[in-house]
């Protein structure tokens, strides 16, 4: 597997920007410099990234989730 990661990628398997194999790989976003651990989607090239909120869910029970603007680097996590 190549080190390069998707410009975007989501962890819904509903999303078209799904992707199990790199997922279970490990997958860390650094937003704005500090580690985010509760994201749900990012997008390098637009600098986003959806954040879960809590434990809260919507009425299809999928996570509340909230955009947030701002520099985006994605980096496989080293195995432990």
Partial sequence: MSDTLPDRLSVNPKSPYYDADL????IGILFKGVEKTNVEEYCVSEGWVRLSVGNTVDRKGNPMTIKLQGPVEPFIRAPE
């Fill in 23 to 26: 997922l279970q790989q490990g």
